[in-house]
């Protein structure tokens, strides 16, 4: 849903819809830093011992909602609509605060989660090789957001700035880059589950199972 909003056409679609400029933009950005906060819990998950698990997750979700709390404060001093709002030509500093503030936090995370998903990949390689292709292959894509954050923002400050800045960085690399993100974090986070299977019991097991409990009651 979150990559959804960021379809200029369905963005100023729901701009309309919901009567607020830009908050099309403001929910998929939204989504991103979730997404980044659940895989940094994934993370803490698999490399935190069981006592710090908590704590480790608390601090994590304390950030993410300081971040949070301060975009959404950045975007109500702004009335643009969606597709002005995710341009990386910003027309007012309003726009430049909010969108430097989500690139900045989004290049920041996707950093840490690139080095963490890439040392799991290492560690796991060994006893579990899937498991370890699907974490780098996650790794890659958070590589990929990096790229995306810190291309976007340099386009920003540029425009800001009034500098020459290629005009590929916008119209070819920016979603390229977006676009592999998306892809190999999907792909990274299910290839895990390859050659997993549930398996259910034979009917009769259940059959019989149901014949008990109703006996026991």
């Given at each position: 849903?979150?990559?959804?909003?960021?379809?200029?056409?369905?963005?100023?679609?729901?701009?309309?819809?919901?009567?607020?400029?830009?908050?099309?933009?403001?929910?998929?950005?939204?989504?991103?830093?979730?997404?980044?906060?659940?895989?940094?819990?994934?993370s803490v998950n698999w490399t935190h011992p069981t006592s710090g698990i908590r704590r480790a997750v608390a601090g994590?979700?304390?950030?993410?909602?300081?971040?949070?709390?301060?975009?959404?404060?950045?975007?109500?001093?702004?009335?643009?609509?969606?597709?002005?709002?995710?341009?990386?030509?910003?027309?007012?500093?309003?726009?430049?605060?909010?969108?430097?503030?989500?690139?900045?936090?989004?290049?920041?995370?996707?950093?840490?989660?690139?080095?963490?998903?890439?040392?799991?990949?290492?560690?796991?390689?060994?006893?579990?090789?899937?498991?370890?292709?699907?974490?780098a292959v996650t790794a890659a894509g958070t590589l990929s957001g990096v790229a995306y954050a810190v291309t976007r923002a340099g386009t920003a400050i540029a425009h800001l700035a009034k500098s020459d800045w290629p005009s590929t960085m916008e119209t070819h690399i920016v979603p390229t880059a977006g676009a592999l993100a998306t892809l190999f974090i999907t792909v990274g986070l299910s290839l895990p589950l390859i050659g997993q299977r549930v398996v259910l019991p034979p009917r009769r097991w259940i059959a019989a199972g149901k014949s008990k409990q109703t006996a026991r009651s």
């Amino acid at each position: 849903m979150g990559s959804l909003l960021t379809v200029p056409s369905f963005a100023l679609t729901v701009d309309e819809l919901v009567g607020r400029n830009g908050i099309a933009t403001l929910g998929g950005h939204l989504a991103a830093i979730l997404a980044t906060l659940s895989l940094e819990i994934v993370s803490v998950n698999w490399t935190h011992p069981t006592s710090g698990i908590r704590r480790a997750v608390a601090g994590r979700i304390v950030v993410v909602g300081c971040v949070i709390a301060t975009l959404t404060w950045e975007f109500h001093l702004t009335n643009v609509n969606s597709f002005e709002l995710a341009s990386a030509s910003p027309d007012s500093a309003e726009v430049a605060a909010y969108m430097l503030t989500h690139l900045g936090f989004l290049a920041v995370a996707a950093t840490v989660i690139t080095l963490r998903y890439a040392g799991l990949a290492r560690a796991a390689w060994p006893r579990r090789r899937v498991a370890a292709a699907g974490l780098a292959v996650t790794a890659a894509g958070t590589l990929s957001g990096v790229a995306y954050a810190v291309t976007r923002a340099g386009t920003a400050i540029a425009h800001l700035a009034k500098s020459d800045w290629p005009s590929t960085m916008e119209t070819h690399i920016v979603p390229t880059a977006g676009a592999l993100a998306t892809l190999f974090i999907t792909v990274g986070l299910s290839l895990p589950l390859i050659g997993q299977r549930v398996v259910l019991p034979p009917r009769r097991w259940i059959a019989a199972g149901k014949s008990k409990q109703t006996a026991r009651s």
